[in-house]
């Protein structure tokens, strides 16, 4: 779809601008992936056993590696190269910690990296049909951004998603020894994964509540990680621990900051807790569920500002 521009109330076209090389949009991602993806960038262009790895990210929400790998050319298997980084990841686990060690702080051991919500993030100005299809796979671990570039000096990264889910991609570890052993020990977690401990009741009560959560702004991403649902603005505004008979919401925002009289939600900073921030809401019916968004919506315009 076309970007338009404004021009006395007229619309125009913003023409796209191509990337010269690879290079470009591997500088763009690496002086922003902060701010685009929300990972610390940790090193460039790392060359161990014939793989070159362009990009190298560390997801500090799931304490796991991510790998990036720029296109300009179509001619590429996101299966084959995805997988191939991976078990290069997964076969040289201490040369990755050491490498994120001598680049940035604090300093990591191997037990600190969940290695199972490792992943690789295809970066290209378009994708095939086929590259495209590929990502269909339930549980793969691999991500396809697209990058345009347009002559105002405006720049758009949008992930494709896949129309739907099909088939888990352990269906191809018979044909692929490379696939069969990442599988094993990479895990892309889901929404219903985490839905499948629940009672019925609680399903329900998470539904009707993640609907009242995304109606308050059309920006809102969910991503599911090992432990809970992450629901992110610019930053996590929200986590939702899912349990059999609760979920337990932890708001995004430090002590004191919270405008709530009813005193509605807990102060946990003091406490160990999966998710972010220092108040938590347990619930199991959807009761005071306008009052729950009004303390909800505090931390999702607290959270509209990327933190780098």
Do not use: C
């Amino acid at each position: 779809m076309p970007i338009f521009g404004i021009n006395n109330g007229k619309l125009e076209v913003i023409p796209e601008r191509a990337f010269d090389l690879e290079k470009d949009m591997q500088k763009l991602v690496e002086n922003n992936m902060m701010a685009i993806f929300g990972f610390k960038f940790v090193t460039s262009e790392f060359q161990l056993n014939d793989l070159r790895v362009d990009s190298l990210g560390y997801d500090t929400e799931s304490n796991s590696f991510v790998i990036f790998e720029y296109k300009r050319d179509k001619n590429f298997s996101v299966i084959d190269q995805g997988y191939a980084y991976l078990a290069l990841l997964l076969n040289n686990k201490a040369e990755f910690v050491l490498l994120y060690n001598e680049k940035s702080s604090p300093q990591l051991k191997k037990d600190d990296i969940n290695w199972s919500q490792s992943r690789v993030v295809f970066v290209s100005p378009s994708f095939t049909i086929y590259q495209r299809k590929a990502i269909e796979f339930q549980d793969l671990p691999i991500e396809l951004w697209e990058v345009k570039e347009y002559s105002n000096n405006t720049i758009l990264f949008n992930q494709i998603q896949a129309p739907q889910r099909g088939e888990s991609i352990t269906t191809l570890t018979q044909k692929s020894e490379v696939v069969r052993r990442v599988s094993q020990e990479v895990k892309v977690y889901s929404e219903q994964y985490q839905l499948d401990k629940a009672s019925e009741n609680i399903r329900s009560v998470y539904k009707e509540l993640k609907d009242a959560i995304l109606s308050i702004g059309s920006d809102i991403k969910i991503k599911p990680t090992a432990k809970y649902v992450a629901f992110i603005h610019a930053n996590n505004f929200v986590d939702i621990v899912i349990y059999r008979n609760q979920l337990n919401l932890f708001l995004n925002m430090r002590k004191g900051t919270l405008n709530d009289p009813r005193n509605f939600a807990k102060d946990v900073s003091s406490v160990g807790h999966w998710g972010n921030g220092d108040y938590q809401v347990i619930m199991n019916q959807p009761s005071d569920l306008g009052y729950l968004l009004s303390l909800i919506r505090q931390s999702y315009d607290k959270n509209s500002v990327i933190k780098i």
